[in-house]
Protein backbone atom coordinates (compact mmCIF):
# COMPACT_ATOMS: atom_id res chain seq x y z
CA UNK A 1 0.00 0.00 0.00
CA UNK A 2 1.38 3.74 -1.08
CA UNK A 3 1.90 5.65 1.64
CA UNK A 4 2.93 8.98 3.02
CA UNK A 5 4.44 9.44 7.19
CA UNK A 6 4.33 12.52 8.71
CA UNK A 7 5.36 13.35 12.70
CA UNK A 8 2.19 14.12 13.77
CA UNK A 9 3.77 17.06 16.45
CA UNK A 10 3.03 19.21 17.70
CA UNK A 11 6.56 20.68 16.79
CA UNK A 12 7.34 23.40 18.78
CA UNK A 13 9.77 26.44 17.13
CA UNK A 14 11.22 29.93 18.57
CA UNK A 15 10.12 33.04 16.20
CA UNK A 16 12.67 33.50 13.91
CA UNK A 17 14.03 29.91 14.17
CA UNK A 18 14.18 27.57 11.00
CA UNK A 19 11.40 25.42 11.36
CA UNK A 20 12.17 21.69 9.68
CA UNK A 21 9.11 19.56 8.75
CA UNK A 22 10.05 15.55 7.37
CA UNK A 23 8.00 13.02 4.87
CA UNK A 24 8.52 9.82 4.15
CA UNK A 25 7.30 8.18 1.32
CA UNK A 26 6.58 4.53 -0.06
CA UNK A 27 6.00 4.49 -3.52
CA UNK A 28 9.52 4.50 -5.41
CA UNK A 29 7.20 5.40 -8.54
CA UNK A 30 6.14 8.53 -7.29
CA UNK A 31 7.43 11.58 -8.96
CA UNK A 32 5.67 14.85 -7.83
CA UNK A 33 5.69 16.33 -4.12
CA UNK A 34 3.25 18.78 -2.57
CA UNK A 35 3.44 20.38 0.89
CA UNK A 36 0.14 22.26 1.34
CA UNK A 37 -0.80 24.44 4.95
CA UNK A 38 -3.62 24.15 6.61
CA UNK A 39 -5.10 26.50 9.38
CA UNK A 40 -7.39 25.18 12.03
CA UNK A 41 -10.79 25.31 10.54
CA UNK A 42 -9.48 25.74 7.15
CA UNK A 43 -9.00 23.96 3.75
CA UNK A 44 -5.40 23.25 2.79
CA UNK A 45 -3.20 26.01 0.93
CA UNK A 46 -0.78 25.00 -1.85
CA UNK A 47 2.69 26.39 -0.60
CA UNK A 48 4.81 24.46 -2.92
CA UNK A 49 5.94 21.19 -5.31
CA UNK A 50 9.34 20.25 -6.07
CA UNK A 51 9.63 16.94 -8.46
CA UNK A 52 13.55 17.08 -8.72
CA UNK A 53 16.22 16.07 -6.60
CA UNK A 54 17.83 18.69 -4.38
CA UNK A 55 16.56 22.06 -3.21
CA UNK A 56 13.88 24.37 -4.00
CA UNK A 57 13.14 27.91 -2.83
CA UNK A 58 10.36 29.94 -3.05
CA UNK A 59 11.23 33.16 -0.21
CA UNK A 60 11.04 31.67 3.49
CA UNK A 61 10.10 28.18 2.04
CA UNK A 62 12.54 25.48 0.78
CA UNK A 63 11.33 21.80 -0.40
CA UNK A 64 14.00 19.31 -0.63
CA UNK A 65 13.84 16.10 -2.30
CA UNK A 66 15.90 13.05 -1.77
CA UNK A 67 14.60 10.17 -4.00
CA UNK A 68 17.28 8.08 -3.10
CA UNK A 69 16.25 7.77 0.59
CA UNK A 70 12.43 8.65 -0.26
CA UNK A 71 12.05 11.45 1.81
CA UNK A 72 10.85 15.32 1.36
CA UNK A 73 11.27 18.08 3.40
CA UNK A 74 9.92 21.40 3.84
CA UNK A 75 12.15 24.11 5.75
CA UNK A 76 10.68 27.73 6.49
CA UNK A 77 13.04 30.06 7.54
CA UNK A 78 12.80 33.13 9.71
CA UNK A 79 9.53 31.14 11.35
CA UNK A 80 6.85 33.78 12.21
CA UNK A 81 3.23 32.69 14.81
CA UNK A 82 1.42 33.18 11.08
CA UNK A 83 3.42 30.33 9.77
CA UNK A 84 1.42 28.23 13.23
CA UNK A 85 -0.32 25.66 11.36
CA UNK A 86 -0.99 21.99 10.27
CA UNK A 87 1.46 21.12 7.45
CA UNK A 88 0.42 18.15 4.70
CA UNK A 89 2.97 16.37 2.97
CA UNK A 90 0.93 14.24 -0.78
CA UNK A 91 3.07 12.67 -2.84
CA UNK A 92 2.08 11.53 -6.75
CA UNK A 93 2.75 8.82 -8.90
CA UNK A 94 3.35 8.48 -12.55
CA UNK A 95 0.31 6.31 -12.81
CA UNK A 96 -1.77 7.89 -10.43
CA UNK A 97 -4.22 9.55 -12.96
CA UNK A 98 -3.10 12.74 -10.88
CA UNK A 99 -4.33 11.22 -7.39
CA UNK A 100 -2.24 12.46 -4.52
CA UNK A 101 -1.31 10.26 -1.39
CA UNK A 102 -1.70 12.64 1.42
CA UNK A 103 0.19 12.13 5.23
CA UNK A 104 -1.59 13.34 8.20
CA UNK A 105 0.10 16.15 8.35
CA UNK A 106 2.11 17.66 11.11
CA UNK A 107 1.19 20.66 13.31
CA UNK A 108 3.85 23.39 13.88
CA UNK A 109 3.91 25.76 16.70
CA UNK A 110 5.95 29.23 16.54
CA UNK A 111 6.40 30.35 19.69
CA UNK A 112 6.96 33.90 20.17
CA UNK B 1 -8.12 33.16 -12.53
CA UNK B 2 -9.70 30.60 -11.38
CA UNK B 3 -12.25 29.86 -8.13
CA UNK B 4 -13.53 26.84 -6.47
CA UNK B 5 -17.32 27.67 -4.79
CA UNK B 6 -18.76 25.10 -2.08
CA UNK B 7 -21.91 25.42 -0.36
CA UNK B 8 -23.43 25.14 2.70
CA UNK B 9 -20.27 26.30 4.60
CA UNK B 10 -21.64 24.42 7.77
CA UNK B 11 -24.60 22.08 8.12
CA UNK B 12 -25.82 20.25 11.10
CA UNK B 13 -28.11 17.14 10.23
CA UNK B 14 -29.76 14.28 11.98
CA UNK B 15 -28.69 10.56 11.60
CA UNK B 16 -30.74 9.00 8.41
CA UNK B 17 -31.17 12.61 6.99
CA UNK B 18 -30.17 12.75 3.14
CA UNK B 19 -27.88 14.92 2.10
CA UNK B 20 -26.11 17.31 -1.05
CA UNK B 21 -23.04 19.32 -0.97
CA UNK B 22 -22.13 21.33 -4.44
CA UNK B 23 -18.99 22.66 -5.69
CA UNK B 24 -18.54 24.55 -8.44
CA UNK B 25 -15.55 25.78 -10.61
CA UNK B 26 -15.01 29.13 -12.35
CA UNK B 27 -12.32 29.91 -14.76
CA UNK B 28 -11.49 26.65 -15.99
CA UNK B 29 -12.81 24.24 -18.07
CA UNK B 30 -13.08 20.39 -18.32
CA UNK B 31 -11.36 19.95 -14.86
CA UNK B 32 -10.55 16.93 -12.91
CA UNK B 33 -12.47 17.39 -9.56
CA UNK B 34 -12.39 15.45 -6.66
CA UNK B 35 -14.13 14.71 -3.31
CA UNK B 36 -11.99 14.80 0.02
CA UNK B 37 -13.42 14.26 3.74
CA UNK B 38 -10.88 15.06 6.71
CA UNK B 39 -12.52 13.88 9.94
CA UNK B 40 -11.28 15.64 13.29
CA UNK B 41 -7.52 15.74 13.72
CA UNK B 42 -6.90 13.15 10.43
CA UNK B 43 -5.86 13.81 7.20
CA UNK B 44 -7.33 13.87 4.05
CA UNK B 45 -9.37 10.60 2.82
CA UNK B 46 -10.14 11.04 -0.65
CA UNK B 47 -13.70 9.78 -1.43
CA UNK B 48 -14.32 10.48 -5.18
CA UNK B 49 -13.18 11.92 -8.51
CA UNK B 50 -14.04 12.74 -12.21
CA UNK B 51 -12.19 13.79 -15.45
CA UNK B 52 -15.52 14.42 -16.88
CA UNK B 53 -19.23 15.23 -17.02
CA UNK B 54 -20.83 11.46 -15.68
CA UNK B 55 -17.48 10.18 -15.28
CA UNK B 56 -16.92 9.31 -11.13
CA UNK B 57 -14.50 6.67 -9.53
CA UNK B 58 -15.36 5.98 -6.20
CA UNK B 59 -12.41 5.64 -3.90
CA UNK B 60 -14.07 3.91 -0.74
CA UNK B 61 -17.02 2.11 -0.10
CA UNK B 62 -19.92 3.97 1.53
CA UNK B 63 -22.80 5.46 1.68
CA UNK B 64 -22.30 8.67 -0.09
CA UNK B 65 -22.69 9.20 -4.12
CA UNK B 66 -21.25 11.79 -6.42
CA UNK B 67 -22.45 12.91 -9.80
CA UNK B 68 -21.17 16.12 -12.29
CA UNK B 69 -23.80 17.06 -13.87
CA UNK B 70 -22.24 19.93 -15.74
CA UNK B 71 -18.35 19.90 -16.60
CA UNK B 72 -17.44 22.56 -13.42
CA UNK B 73 -20.41 21.19 -11.14
CA UNK B 74 -19.39 18.18 -8.59
CA UNK B 75 -22.52 17.40 -6.00
CA UNK B 76 -21.22 14.89 -3.08
CA UNK B 77 -24.50 13.10 -1.75
CA UNK B 78 -26.51 10.68 0.91
CA UNK B 79 -29.76 9.43 0.92
CA UNK B 80 -29.28 8.78 4.50
CA UNK B 81 -26.34 10.12 6.91
CA UNK B 82 -24.51 8.22 9.37
CA UNK B 83 -22.76 9.32 12.91
CA UNK B 84 -19.65 8.52 10.95
CA UNK B 85 -20.43 10.71 7.90
CA UNK B 86 -19.06 13.75 10.02
CA UNK B 87 -16.32 15.44 9.30
CA UNK B 88 -14.87 18.56 7.09
CA UNK B 89 -15.95 17.59 3.04
CA UNK B 90 -13.36 19.29 0.89
CA UNK B 91 -14.00 19.46 -2.96
CA UNK B 92 -10.39 20.19 -5.50
CA UNK B 93 -9.64 21.01 -8.99
CA UNK B 94 -6.51 20.13 -10.82
CA UNK B 95 -4.40 22.16 -12.13
CA UNK B 96 -1.59 20.41 -14.00
CA UNK B 97 0.37 18.89 -11.14
CA UNK B 98 -1.36 20.46 -8.06
CA UNK B 99 -4.89 20.41 -6.04
CA UNK B 100 -6.54 23.46 -5.49
CA UNK B 101 -8.93 23.35 -2.70
CA UNK B 102 -12.69 25.06 -2.03
CA UNK B 103 -13.41 26.81 1.55
CA UNK B 104 -14.94 23.27 2.85
CA UNK B 105 -18.42 22.47 4.10
CA UNK B 106 -17.94 21.21 8.22
CA UNK B 107 -20.76 18.23 8.32
CA UNK B 108 -22.14 17.34 11.72
CA UNK B 109 -24.27 14.59 12.39
CA UNK B 110 -26.25 14.39 15.45
Known amino acids: QKEVEQNSGPLSVPEGAIASLNCTYS??????FFWYRQYSGKSPELIMF??SNGDKEDGRFTAQLNKASQYVSLLIRDSQPSDSATYLCASQGADSNYQLIWGAGTKLIIKP | SQTIHQWPATLVQPVGSPLSLECTVEGTSNPNLYWYRQAAGRGLQLLFY??????ISSEVPQNLSASRPQDRQFILSSKKLLLSDSGFYLC?????????FGPGTRLTVT
Open chain 2, 92 to 100: AWRETFAQY
Open chain 1, 50 to 51: IY
Open chain 1, 27 to 32: DRGSQS
Open chain 2, 50 to 55: SVGIGQ
